[in-house]
Protein backbone atom coordinates (compact mmCIF):
# COMPACT_ATOMS: atom_id res chain seq x y z
CA UNK A 1 0.00 0.00 0.00
CA UNK A 2 1.57 3.32 -0.70
CA UNK A 3 0.91 6.60 1.35
CA UNK A 4 0.84 9.52 -0.93
CA UNK A 5 2.85 12.23 1.06
CA UNK A 6 2.06 15.84 -0.50
CA UNK A 7 4.57 17.98 1.31
CA UNK A 8 4.82 22.09 -0.39
CA UNK A 9 7.12 25.06 0.46
CA UNK A 10 5.78 28.08 0.48
CA UNK A 11 8.30 30.93 0.10
CA UNK A 12 8.66 34.50 -0.90
CA UNK A 13 11.95 36.21 -0.17
CA UNK A 14 12.27 39.43 0.38
CA UNK A 15 14.53 40.75 -3.02
CA UNK A 16 17.61 43.40 -2.48
CA UNK A 17 16.78 46.24 -4.70
CA UNK A 18 19.24 48.21 -7.13
CA UNK A 19 21.13 48.82 -4.04
CA UNK A 20 23.96 51.46 -5.32
CA UNK A 21 27.32 52.48 -4.24
CA UNK A 22 26.34 55.94 -3.68
CA UNK A 23 23.38 54.61 -1.40
CA UNK A 24 25.83 53.11 1.23
CA UNK A 25 25.63 55.27 4.15
CA UNK A 26 22.29 57.19 3.29
CA UNK A 27 20.07 54.75 2.94
CA UNK A 28 18.88 52.02 5.39
CA UNK A 29 16.37 50.45 3.35
CA UNK A 30 17.71 47.17 1.00
CA UNK A 31 14.16 45.21 0.48
CA UNK A 32 12.15 47.02 -1.89
CA UNK A 33 12.53 48.80 -5.03
CA UNK A 34 9.06 50.51 -5.89
CA UNK A 35 10.15 51.46 -9.47
CA UNK A 36 11.35 48.18 -10.57
CA UNK A 37 8.15 45.45 -10.18
CA UNK A 38 10.54 42.71 -10.80
CA UNK A 39 12.35 44.26 -7.19
CA UNK A 40 9.26 45.34 -5.71
CA UNK A 41 8.00 42.41 -3.27
CA UNK A 42 4.35 43.52 -2.47
CA UNK A 43 4.03 43.37 -6.14
CA UNK A 44 5.82 40.00 -6.69
CA UNK A 45 3.73 38.39 -3.46
CA UNK A 46 0.31 39.97 -4.76
CA UNK A 47 0.96 38.36 -8.67
CA UNK A 48 2.20 34.83 -6.86
CA UNK A 49 -0.52 34.92 -4.32
CA UNK A 50 -3.20 35.58 -7.44
CA UNK A 51 -1.89 32.77 -9.64
CA UNK A 52 -1.19 30.73 -7.27
CA UNK A 53 -1.86 30.51 -3.54
CA UNK A 54 -5.36 32.05 -3.95
CA UNK A 55 -6.25 29.49 -6.13
CA UNK A 56 -4.71 26.51 -5.30
CA UNK A 57 -6.08 27.18 -1.49
CA UNK A 58 -9.42 27.27 -3.01
CA UNK A 59 -9.01 24.30 -4.80
CA UNK A 60 -7.32 21.64 -1.86
CA UNK A 61 -10.14 23.14 0.25
CA UNK A 62 -13.04 22.20 -2.18
CA UNK A 63 -10.83 18.73 -1.89
CA UNK A 64 -10.67 18.24 1.44
CA UNK A 65 -14.19 18.56 1.72
CA UNK A 66 -14.73 16.14 -0.63
CA UNK A 67 -12.13 14.09 -0.32
CA UNK A 68 -11.65 13.20 3.67
CA UNK A 69 -8.97 10.70 2.81
CA UNK A 70 -6.78 13.60 1.57
CA UNK A 71 -4.37 14.92 3.96
CA UNK A 72 -1.61 17.41 3.11
CA UNK A 73 1.46 19.41 4.61
CA UNK A 74 3.16 22.20 4.22
CA UNK A 75 6.26 24.40 5.38
CA UNK A 76 6.27 28.86 5.20
CA UNK A 77 8.93 30.68 5.43
CA UNK A 78 8.57 33.11 8.49
CA UNK A 79 9.50 36.03 5.67
CA UNK A 80 6.67 34.89 3.88
CA UNK A 81 4.47 34.53 6.80
CA UNK A 82 5.68 38.49 7.82
CA UNK A 83 4.70 39.88 4.21
CA UNK A 84 1.37 38.15 4.38
CA UNK A 85 0.56 39.60 7.90
CA UNK A 86 1.20 42.86 6.50
CA UNK A 87 0.37 43.09 2.95
CA UNK A 88 -2.01 40.01 2.54
CA UNK A 89 -4.17 38.83 5.46
CA UNK A 90 -7.00 37.39 3.18
CA UNK A 91 -4.26 34.87 1.77
CA UNK A 92 -2.87 33.94 5.39
CA UNK A 93 -6.32 33.57 6.46
CA UNK A 94 -7.22 31.31 2.84
CA UNK A 95 -3.85 28.90 4.60
CA UNK A 96 -5.85 28.86 8.14
CA UNK A 97 -8.93 27.40 6.89
CA UNK A 98 -6.76 24.50 5.47
CA UNK A 99 -4.86 23.55 8.61
CA UNK A 100 -8.25 24.49 10.53
CA UNK A 101 -9.12 21.29 9.00
CA UNK A 102 -6.94 19.06 11.00
CA UNK A 103 -6.23 17.17 7.89
CA UNK A 104 -3.04 19.72 6.75
CA UNK A 105 0.28 19.56 8.95
CA UNK A 106 2.57 22.55 9.27
CA UNK A 107 6.81 21.97 9.34
CA UNK A 108 9.30 23.50 10.82
CA UNK A 109 11.91 25.36 9.35
CA UNK A 110 14.37 28.14 9.61
CA UNK A 111 12.10 31.56 9.53
CA UNK A 112 14.44 33.39 7.14
CA UNK A 113 14.98 30.58 4.90
CA UNK A 114 18.85 30.86 5.60
CA UNK A 115 21.81 27.80 5.21
CA UNK A 116 22.78 28.89 8.51
CA UNK A 117 22.89 25.24 9.74
CA UNK A 118 25.99 25.06 7.66
CA UNK A 119 27.70 28.38 9.21
CA UNK A 120 26.45 29.36 12.20
CA UNK A 121 24.73 26.67 14.83
CA UNK A 122 23.47 29.61 17.42
CA UNK A 123 22.35 31.69 14.95
CA UNK A 124 20.56 28.14 13.29
CA UNK A 125 18.75 27.17 16.45
CA UNK A 126 17.70 30.76 16.90
CA UNK A 127 16.29 31.08 13.62
CA UNK A 128 14.22 27.60 13.93
CA UNK A 129 13.03 28.97 17.80
CA UNK A 130 11.56 32.25 16.00
CA UNK A 131 9.39 29.84 12.97
CA UNK A 132 8.06 27.81 15.58
CA UNK A 133 6.85 30.50 17.68
CA UNK A 134 5.32 32.01 14.70
CA UNK A 135 4.00 28.86 13.60
CA UNK A 136 2.53 28.37 16.75
CA UNK A 137 1.04 32.54 17.13
CA UNK A 138 -0.51 32.10 13.68
CA UNK A 139 -1.68 28.58 13.67
CA UNK A 140 -1.76 27.35 17.28
CA UNK A 141 0.29 24.53 16.62
CA UNK A 142 3.58 23.05 17.58
CA UNK A 143 5.52 21.48 14.57
CA UNK A 144 6.63 17.92 14.75
CA UNK A 145 9.04 17.21 11.80
CA UNK A 146 11.88 19.36 10.62
CA UNK A 147 12.47 20.47 6.82
CA UNK A 148 15.69 22.51 6.04
CA UNK A 149 16.01 25.10 3.85
CA UNK A 150 16.08 24.40 -0.20
CA UNK A 151 16.12 20.08 1.58
CA UNK A 152 19.93 20.61 2.24
CA UNK A 153 20.45 17.62 4.69
CA UNK A 154 23.39 15.70 6.40
CA UNK A 155 24.19 12.84 8.98
CA UNK A 156 25.03 16.23 11.18
CA UNK A 157 21.65 17.58 10.54
CA UNK A 158 19.73 14.58 11.67
CA UNK A 159 21.64 14.01 14.50
CA UNK A 160 20.65 17.91 15.55
CA UNK A 161 16.79 17.23 15.02
CA UNK A 162 17.05 14.07 16.60
CA UNK A 163 18.31 15.74 19.81
CA UNK A 164 15.74 18.59 19.61
CA UNK A 165 13.05 15.50 19.68
CA UNK A 166 11.59 15.87 15.83
CA UNK A 167 9.92 13.29 14.69
CA UNK A 168 10.91 13.08 11.29
CA UNK A 169 13.18 15.14 8.72
CA UNK A 170 13.06 15.64 5.07
CA UNK A 171 15.54 14.85 2.26
CA UNK A 172 16.41 14.31 -1.07
CA UNK A 173 15.67 10.90 -2.20
CA UNK A 174 18.96 11.27 -4.15
CA UNK A 175 20.89 8.11 -5.67
CA UNK A 176 24.15 9.30 -4.72
CA UNK A 177 23.32 7.83 -1.18
CA UNK A 178 20.58 5.34 -1.90
CA UNK A 179 22.15 3.32 -4.50
CA UNK A 180 20.00 0.23 -5.63
CA UNK A 181 17.41 1.34 -2.32
CA UNK A 182 14.20 3.18 -3.20
CA UNK A 183 13.07 6.41 -1.49
CA UNK A 184 9.74 5.13 -1.58
CA UNK A 185 10.32 3.55 1.75
CA UNK A 186 10.97 5.44 5.79
CA UNK A 187 14.79 5.17 6.80
CA UNK A 188 16.71 5.64 9.77
CA UNK A 189 19.54 8.39 9.35
CA UNK A 190 22.88 7.17 10.88
CA UNK A 191 23.94 8.35 14.02
CA UNK A 192 19.98 8.68 15.47
CA UNK A 193 18.02 6.86 18.06
CA UNK A 194 14.42 7.78 17.27
CA UNK A 195 14.18 10.46 14.28
CA UNK A 196 12.79 8.95 10.89
CA UNK A 197 13.98 10.32 7.45
CA UNK A 198 11.64 10.85 4.57
CA UNK A 199 12.96 11.20 1.34
CA UNK A 200 11.33 12.53 -1.82
CA UNK A 201 10.60 10.80 -4.86
CA UNK A 202 12.22 12.96 -7.36
CA UNK A 203 10.95 11.38 -10.48
CA UNK A 204 7.89 11.64 -9.84
CA UNK A 205 7.93 15.05 -7.84
CA UNK A 206 9.42 16.44 -11.08
CA UNK A 207 6.90 15.15 -13.34
CA UNK A 208 4.57 17.42 -11.65
CA UNK A 209 7.14 20.52 -10.53
CA UNK A 210 8.94 20.74 -14.03
CA UNK A 211 7.87 18.57 -16.43
CA UNK A 212 4.14 19.04 -16.63
CA UNK A 213 4.48 21.70 -19.26
CA UNK A 214 7.30 20.64 -21.34
CA UNK A 215 5.80 19.22 -24.90
CA UNK A 216 9.81 17.67 -25.89
CA UNK A 217 8.73 15.43 -22.94
CA UNK A 218 7.67 11.65 -23.68
CA UNK A 219 5.16 11.59 -21.43
CA UNK A 220 4.06 14.61 -22.50
CA UNK A 221 0.56 15.55 -21.58
CA UNK A 222 0.45 14.15 -18.11
CA UNK A 223 -2.67 13.41 -17.15
CA UNK A 224 -4.20 12.25 -13.26
CA UNK A 225 -5.13 8.79 -14.47
CA UNK A 226 -1.30 8.35 -16.18
CA UNK A 227 0.36 9.52 -12.49
CA UNK A 228 -1.98 7.96 -10.27
CA UNK A 229 -1.05 4.53 -12.57
CA UNK A 230 2.79 5.65 -12.35
CA UNK A 231 1.53 5.43 -8.33
CA UNK A 232 -0.63 2.16 -8.11
CA UNK A 233 2.67 0.67 -10.07
CA UNK A 234 4.52 0.87 -6.55
CA UNK A 235 2.01 -1.45 -4.63
CA UNK A 236 4.32 -4.46 -3.33
CA UNK A 237 7.29 -2.02 -3.85
CA UNK A 238 7.43 0.98 -1.37
CA UNK A 239 5.25 1.90 1.49
CA UNK A 240 5.24 5.81 0.52
CA UNK A 241 4.95 8.31 -2.22
CA UNK A 242 6.35 11.39 -1.07
CA UNK A 243 5.92 14.50 -3.46
CA UNK A 244 7.85 17.42 -2.38
CA UNK A 245 7.64 20.62 -4.40
CA UNK A 246 7.22 24.27 -3.90
CA UNK A 247 3.67 25.51 -4.18
CA UNK A 248 4.02 27.97 -6.45
CA UNK A 249 4.40 24.85 -8.77
CA UNK A 250 0.54 25.14 -9.25
CA UNK A 251 -0.30 28.57 -11.45
CA UNK A 252 3.05 30.55 -11.64
CA UNK A 253 5.85 27.60 -12.59
CA UNK A 254 3.00 25.35 -13.88
CA UNK A 255 0.59 27.65 -15.67
CA UNK A 256 -3.31 27.32 -15.48
CA UNK A 257 -3.39 27.93 -18.92
CA UNK A 258 -1.38 24.32 -19.12
CA UNK A 259 -4.04 22.37 -17.31
CA UNK A 260 -2.55 21.95 -13.87
CA UNK A 261 -5.16 22.60 -12.10
CA UNK A 262 -7.61 20.91 -13.87
CA UNK A 263 -4.50 17.68 -13.32
CA UNK A 264 -4.32 18.72 -9.88
CA UNK A 265 -8.46 18.83 -8.98
CA UNK A 266 -8.33 15.13 -10.63
CA UNK A 267 -5.80 13.60 -9.01
CA UNK A 268 -7.33 12.49 -5.52
CA UNK A 269 -10.28 10.82 -7.22
CA UNK A 270 -7.39 9.09 -9.78
CA UNK A 271 -5.02 8.02 -6.60
CA UNK A 272 -8.23 6.79 -4.70
CA UNK A 273 -9.23 4.33 -7.49
CA UNK A 274 -6.89 1.61 -6.26
CA UNK A 275 -8.17 0.30 -3.13
CA UNK A 276 -4.60 0.01 -1.53
CA UNK A 277 -3.63 4.37 -1.87
CA UNK A 278 -4.45 6.11 1.08
CA UNK A 279 -3.24 9.86 2.04
CA UNK A 280 -1.47 11.11 5.13
CA UNK A 281 0.72 13.83 6.42
CA UNK A 282 4.69 13.51 6.83
CA UNK A 283 3.84 12.47 11.02
CA UNK A 284 1.53 9.83 9.89
CA UNK A 285 3.86 8.33 7.40
CA UNK A 286 6.38 7.75 10.02
CA UNK A 287 3.80 6.81 12.52
CA UNK A 288 2.40 4.18 10.64
CA UNK A 289 5.52 2.76 8.69
CA UNK A 290 8.56 1.63 10.07
CA UNK A 291 12.31 2.66 8.93
CA UNK A 292 13.46 -0.22 6.50
CA UNK A 293 17.08 0.27 6.71
CA UNK A 294 20.00 3.33 7.74
CA UNK A 295 21.05 5.93 4.95
CA UNK A 296 24.22 7.06 5.09
CA UNK A 297 24.65 11.08 3.80
CA UNK A 298 28.08 12.59 5.52
CA UNK A 299 27.60 15.17 2.58
CA UNK A 300 25.14 17.98 2.04
CA UNK A 301 22.47 17.29 -0.47
CA UNK A 302 19.87 19.49 -1.65
CA UNK A 303 17.21 19.36 -4.24
CA UNK A 304 18.10 21.88 -6.37
CA UNK A 305 20.15 21.19 -9.89
CA UNK A 306 21.83 18.27 -11.12
CA UNK A 307 24.71 18.31 -8.65
CA UNK A 308 22.03 18.21 -5.88
CA UNK A 309 24.46 19.76 -3.38
CA UNK A 310 25.36 23.48 -2.44
CA UNK A 311 26.53 24.47 -5.36
CA UNK A 312 23.58 26.43 -6.09
CA UNK A 313 24.16 28.68 -3.49
CA UNK A 314 27.41 28.49 -2.78
CA UNK A 315 29.28 27.70 -5.78
CA UNK A 316 31.40 30.59 -7.36
CA UNK A 317 33.65 32.90 -6.10
CA UNK A 318 31.20 35.93 -5.68
CA UNK A 319 28.66 33.36 -4.09
CA UNK A 320 31.30 32.09 -1.11
CA UNK A 321 32.77 35.62 -0.62
CA UNK A 322 28.93 36.85 0.01
CA UNK A 323 27.88 35.02 2.02
CA UNK A 324 30.95 34.84 4.56
CA UNK A 325 31.24 37.85 4.16
CA UNK A 326 27.40 38.47 5.93
CA UNK A 327 28.53 35.76 8.89
CA UNK A 328 31.90 37.60 9.29
CA UNK A 329 29.68 40.25 11.01
CA UNK A 330 27.64 37.35 13.30
CA UNK A 331 29.56 38.35 16.53
CA UNK A 332 29.95 42.58 16.24
CA UNK A 333 26.19 42.44 15.70
CA UNK A 334 24.85 40.22 18.43
CA UNK A 335 26.65 42.15 20.39
CA UNK A 336 25.94 45.84 19.53
CA UNK A 337 22.08 43.91 20.04
CA UNK A 338 20.14 46.61 17.85
CA UNK A 339 16.72 44.56 17.11
CA UNK A 340 16.68 46.45 13.53
CA UNK A 341 20.20 45.44 12.48
CA UNK A 342 19.60 42.10 13.65
CA UNK A 343 16.79 41.91 11.51
CA UNK A 344 18.43 42.82 8.71
CA UNK A 345 21.24 41.03 8.85
CA UNK A 346 18.79 37.98 9.34
CA UNK A 347 16.82 39.22 6.09
CA UNK A 348 19.79 38.78 4.34
CA UNK A 349 20.71 35.19 5.27
CA UNK A 350 17.74 34.22 2.73
CA UNK A 351 19.15 31.65 0.30
CA UNK A 352 17.65 33.31 -2.60
CA UNK A 353 20.18 36.26 -2.51
CA UNK A 354 22.75 33.86 -2.86
CA UNK A 355 20.53 31.86 -5.54
CA UNK A 356 20.34 34.96 -7.64
CA UNK A 357 24.15 35.30 -7.54
CA UNK A 358 24.62 31.52 -9.51
CA UNK A 359 26.52 31.51 -13.31
CA UNK A 360 26.00 27.91 -13.88
CA UNK A 361 24.82 27.28 -17.16
CA UNK A 362 23.92 24.39 -19.32
CA UNK A 363 21.28 21.59 -18.15
CA UNK A 364 20.77 24.23 -14.90
CA UNK A 365 21.59 27.46 -16.78
CA UNK A 366 17.82 28.24 -17.47
CA UNK A 367 16.15 27.67 -14.19
CA UNK A 368 18.57 30.01 -12.57
CA UNK A 369 17.72 32.89 -15.28
CA UNK A 370 13.77 32.29 -14.74
CA UNK A 371 14.11 33.12 -11.28
CA UNK A 372 16.29 35.99 -11.23
CA UNK A 373 15.29 39.00 -10.84
CA UNK A 374 18.55 41.15 -11.82
CA UNK A 375 20.02 41.32 -15.36
CA UNK A 376 22.73 39.06 -14.59
CA UNK A 377 24.52 37.16 -11.16
CA UNK A 378 26.63 39.90 -11.06
CA UNK A 379 24.40 42.90 -10.40
CA UNK A 380 22.58 40.76 -7.53
CA UNK A 381 25.81 40.34 -6.04
CA UNK A 382 26.56 43.98 -6.70
CA UNK A 383 23.35 45.30 -4.72
CA UNK A 384 23.58 42.03 -1.98
CA UNK A 385 27.36 43.35 -1.07
CA UNK A 386 26.20 47.08 -1.36
CA UNK A 387 23.45 45.92 1.04
CA UNK A 388 25.80 44.53 3.43
CA UNK A 389 28.45 47.07 3.53
CA UNK A 390 25.69 49.87 4.60
CA UNK A 391 24.51 47.11 7.35
CA UNK A 392 28.67 47.14 8.50
CA UNK A 393 28.79 50.68 8.34
CA UNK A 394 25.80 51.24 10.66
CA UNK A 395 27.15 48.72 12.99
CA UNK A 396 30.68 50.39 13.09
CA UNK A 397 28.66 53.76 14.23
CA UNK A 398 26.64 51.74 16.18
CA UNK A 399 29.61 50.65 18.61
CA UNK A 400 31.53 53.53 18.49
CA UNK A 401 28.43 55.07 20.03
CA UNK A 402 28.26 52.35 22.67
CA UNK A 403 31.66 53.23 23.53
CA UNK A 404 31.34 56.79 23.80
CA UNK A 405 28.47 56.18 25.95
CA UNK A 406 30.60 53.69 28.20
CA UNK A 407 33.40 56.02 28.28
CA UNK A 408 31.29 59.15 29.70
CA UNK A 409 29.69 56.74 32.41
CA UNK A 410 32.50 55.51 33.42
CA UNK A 411 34.50 58.53 33.22
Known amino acids: MPSVCLYFQVHQPLRIKRFRVFDVGWDPEYFNDRSDTNLNNKKVLGKVAGKSYLPTNNLFLNLLKKYPELKLSFSFSGILLEQLEKDFPQVLDSFKKLVDTDRVEILSETYHHSLAFFYSKSEFEKQVDLHRAKVKEIFGVKPRVFRNTELAYNN ?81 NGHVVNLFMDYETFGEHQWEAHGIFNFLSSLPREILKHPDND ?69 LQTSDHFYYMCTKWFSDGDVHKYFNPYESPYDAFISFMNAANDLKLRLEKKSKGRIRKFDLRYA
Open 156 to 236: ELATWADSKGYQAILAEGWDSFLGWRSPNFVYRPKNTNKIKILLKNYKLSDDIAFRFSDKSWRSWPLTADKFAHWVSAING
Open 279 to 347: FATVSEVVQKYPAMDEVDVPSIVTWADTERDLSAWVGNAIQTSAISFLYSLEDRILKVGDAKLIDKWRK
